[in-house]
């Protein structure tokens, strides 16, 4: 599985296959039913949602990524 998030000349990235959109997709689709926050974390952060391969040469790997819905 392949889902990493990376910043690089001032852009976010999101590079991911198939089994990583959806599991963003099942995350975005809880948070609205549900509302709240999310946690989407590399292995290095004890997570196992994003993975570590960094795509981008000159990106900036994402550790954590918190998604919240605000009310």
Not at 6 to 11: A, F, K, R
Not at 23 to 52: D, F, R, V
Request: charged share 15%; with cysteine; hydrophobic share 35%.
């Amino acid at each position: 599985m392949l889902f990493t998030v990376e910043y690089g000349d001032e852009v976010v990235e999101i590079n991911c296959y198939q089994q990583g959109l959806a599991l963003l997709i099942s995350k975005l689709q809880h948070l609205q039913q549900q509302g709240g926050h999310c946690h989407l974390m590399t292995p290095s952060w004890a997570g196992t949602e994003l993975t570590e391969e960094k795509q981008g040469d000159n990106n900036v790997l994402i550790n954590h990524l918190r998604i919240a819905v605000k009310p």
